[in-house]
């Protein structure tokens, strides 16, 4: 079978699986001569009380050229009478313009009370990858998954599966069928389910210039090992506590955020290297928590990076409570997780204790005593006081850290030595000195945070006194823009290693994209940081104080405040220096690249892990051999990962053949709403972003450039409560929503306009 118009593909179509409701179609030249007669005809032809709705059916929508999908105008909920009919009838007449006379329309029943209703597409629009991909919504509204309204869901299932959702058996069984009728697996299906019986509103071809070939064996092949690895790490482990585990993209160390879904190998293994691997639960370990340095925190799954829930949660744990109480205390947080996995991105707010904070009583209140006893919960309570004291205690010793390895980058940069040596102690001084630090202080960053909310919400101090500490903080992205003034080369100097993506050699860096992110934006900064000073009142003072002293009896007031203020403001000084490491890494590595005549985008796929093996071993392979047939193996890998499509949270096996995505819960900041065009800053598209909401992927510190211009607000993907991005919006009183998830962020970018409420915690879409 071929394509046709719309109303004429669906007038031929003999369906099995589908009702297609019953429809009429006009000639629109007809319509135009004889409007009274067929408006009689049209309404004769239905039932009195049917609601209708009047179809677009042009010639140039719905061929096998192209599809214009959305170019012409349909009009929904229109009664059965001539008046309405005739309103809606000269809407989608008056959409066609040039081509009215030589078009038809049609009238049809409209199925508006359906239990869910959305587009089924045959392939993944993005890639070609071979899913069924649905976007639905459940309820009454048709229209809600094509117009791209809130709360709409996607699911994903593997085309070749044998398992999949009950929920839309029918459905896909509908696309095989359709398939298979015109003999295209690229198809766009506009579908309804009501009562268990399947509605065809509407088939189109996806066009595609250039098809791609997937081996579907291969494919299967690799998911039922994914499937697999899956069930063996769910399994009861001998060293870890916890009954089973879960995997997300965005918790702790968040992934996503930093490197992204689909990293390349140089950045994926870089990342493991200085953090994930074992520099995380050193740190951590240091602090008073179990000792997980045996374990890695993250996960290649098919190239998606993934945490180990189970791991994480394990981390958390005081080391000096009892197995038994570790091991309840796990389930009961694996057990909140499995229930709200929505939570991903906000573990630490929302499911663990890890530090002491005004809230934490009411909270541990809240366990019911049978998961944790009375003597648990004191014993927990008891630690927590003891790993935030010992935050405070650590604090200055970190930043003495920090301090040495600009000592030991320098020194480096100076040596003689060879860069495959240079790459080598790059890595183990900012490991030393920088990452492991900097896991500290990050951690004394969050404390300092979760002390500053919980104290707003139990009305310790005013949420004005919180926001003001917030603004009046010193941070690197208000000492950038300060530094404007400076000369190109002075600013190059101090900030010319920052990058959009940190993790990425591909992404140029400040000085490398000076002009474009920086050279034409010479406004005045003087007003913008006008703030009133910080100062606690005489009754938030006392509150204060009481509250301090069932910390520790010794702690005074200046130091706790002073706590506060490093513990954010030198997570992001230490964040600032280690990544100039990161960037003489990706230097020498440029450097290698020239003389191995091997290009930059090769080299990003790239195992750094090669180059620190070359620092000790020695075969009788060239270097360029060996960095080839490294590359080689990654890119093969790198391409084919593209098209395995995963959940952000993997909570059973079958997540692997098809799961639903569904919008992510934002965390919002900034005191006033404001509406505007949006600008999406993806890779170098870097042009005057003044009066715009932007729209990044992730909150990476890279990003700070994007404070230098007059934004209006700011919204990404990927990022906590407690990330880079949050910490900067908080500080500049910027509109912010953080984190808002793949569905609603592509919903965003594709849009004119928005409106972002973060008091009212709301975002509204203008398309």
């Known amino acids: 079978m071929k394509f046709y118009n719309k109303a004429n593909t669906l007038r031929k179509i003999k ?39 009047v179809r677009s059916s042009s010639s140039e929508e719905d061929t096998n050229i192209k599809s214009n999908a959305g170019r ?58 071979p899913y069924y991909v649905i976007n639905y919504f459940e309820g009454t509204d048709t229209t809600a998954a094509t117009s791209g309204k809130a709360n709409t869901k996607n699911y994903f299932q593997f085309k070749y599966s044998k398992i999949g959702s009950n929920k839309f058996k029918k459905v896909i069984k509908l696309a095989k069928e359709l398939e298979k009728k015109f003999n295209n697996n ?147 947080y694996l057990n909140i997780f499995k229930n709200n996995h929505n939570f991903h991105d906000k573990i630490e707010f929302e499911i663990l204790f890890t530090c002491y904070n005004a809230e934490t009583e009411d909270k541990l209140n ?24 010992n935050s405070i205690s650590k604090i200055n010793d970190e930043i003495r850290k920090i301090e040495i390895l600009k000592k030991k980058q320098n020194h480096v940069k100076k040596s003689k030595i060879y860069s495959i040596d240079k790459i080598y102690w790059y890595i183990e001084d900012c490991k030393r000195y920088g990452t492991e630090p900097f896991a500290g202080l990050a951690r004394s960053g969050f404390i300092a945070v979760e002390l500053l909310n919980s104290m707003t919400n139990k009305k310790i101090i005013e949420k004005h006194e919180k926001e003001l500490f917030f603004q009046n903080l010193k941070s690197i992205t208000s000492e950038i823009i300060k530094n404007k003034s400076l ?12 990058r959009p993506s940190t993790y990425d050699i591909s992404s140029k860096n400040y000085k490398e994209n000076y002009e474009s992110l920086f050279g034409k934006n010479k406004h005045d900064e003087t007003k913008k940081f006008k703030i009133s000073k910080f100062k606690l009142s005489n009754k938030s003072k006392k509150k204060l104080e009481k509250f301090i ?111 639903t995505e569904t919008a992510g819960k934002p965390n919002f900041f900034g005191s006033k709403a404001v509406e505007g065009e949006i600008y999406f800053l993806n890779n170098d598209n870097f042009k005057s972003l003044n009066n715009k909401i932007i729209c990044i992927r992730g909150a990476d510190p890279g990003y700070d450039f994007i404070f230098d211009h007059k934004i209006s607000g700011l919204i990404t993907e990927y990022g906590g409560a407690n990330s880079h991005m949050s910490i900067r919006c908080s500080e500049l009183n910027i509109p912010a929503a953080i984190g808002v998830g793949s569905i609603s962020f592509n919903n965003i970018v594709n849009s004119k306009k928005i409106y972002l409420d973060p008091e009212g915690k709301k975002i509204s879409v203008e398309k």
């Not at 065809?200 to 291969?218: A, G, S, T």
Request: aromatic share 12%.
């Open 487 to 498: 000369s190109r080369k002075k600013f190059c100097e101090k900030y010319g290693h920052l």
């Open 549 to 659: 002293k069932t910390l520790d009896k010794k702690l005074t007031l200046n130091t706790f405040l002073d706590y506060l203020r490093k513990g954010i403001q030198y997570r992001e000084y230490s964040k600032f220096i280690f990544t100039k490491s990161i960037d003489y890494i990706f230097n020498e590595i440029k450097y290698l690249s020239t003389r191995n005549k091997i290009s930059i985008s090769k080299l990003s796929h790239l195992n750094i892990k090669i180059i620190k093996e070359l620092y000790y071993n020695l075969n009788n392979k060239n270097l360029k051999e060996i960095l080839n047939k490294n590359i080689k193996e990654n890119i093969d890998d790198y391409k084919f990962n593209q098209y395995v499509e995963l959940p952000q949270v993997i909570k059973k096996p079958s997540d692997v053949f098809y799961f």
């Open 15 to 53: 369906c099995k699986n589908a009702f297609i409701p019953k429809f009429l179609i006009i000639n629109t030249k007809d319509y135009l001569i004889n409007r009274k007669n067929i408006l009689k005809k049209i309404v004769k032809n239905f039932s009195k009380n049917k609601i209708l709705i």
């Open 366 to 389: 809240e366990i019911k005593n049978k998961i944790l006893n009375k003597e648990e919960k004191q014993k927990l309570k008891t630690e927590l006081k003891k790993i935030t004291l």
């Open 72 to 129: 012409f105008v349909s009009v929904p909920l229109v009664q059965n009478n001539e008046d309405t009919l005739e309103i809606a009838i000269d809407k989608v007449i008056n959409s066609y313009r040039k081509n009215k006379k030589n078009s038809i329309f049609f009238v049809q029943e409209m199925i508006s009370d359906c239990d869910l209703s959305g587009v089924i597409t045959t392939c993944n629009l993005s890639n070609q990858s």
């Open 186 to 332: 690229y198809l766009d299906i506009e579908f309804g389910l009501k009562k268990n019986k399947v509605y065809l509103f509407q088939v189109r071809p996806i066009i595609i210039k250039k098809k791609i070939l997937f081996d579907q064996k291969n494919f299967e092949s690799s998911l039922i090992k994914l499937k697999n690895k899956i069930i063996k790490l769910k399994k009861k482990s001998h060293n870890l506590f916890g009954d089973t585990s879960y995997f997300g993209v965005m918790p702790d160390w968040n992934p996503a955020e930093m490197i992204g879904i689909k990293p390349k190998a140089l950045a994926f293994s870089l990342y493991q290297e200085l953090i994930t691997d074992f520099i995380w639960a050193k740190n951590r370990e240091k602090y008073g928590f179990n000792d997980l340095t045996s374990n890695h925190l993250m996960s290649n799954f098919l190239g998606t990076p993934f945490i180990d829930i189970r791991v994480d949660f394990n981390s958390w744990l005081p080391k000096n409570l009892k197995d038994k109480t570790k091991e309840k205390l796990v389930n009961y």
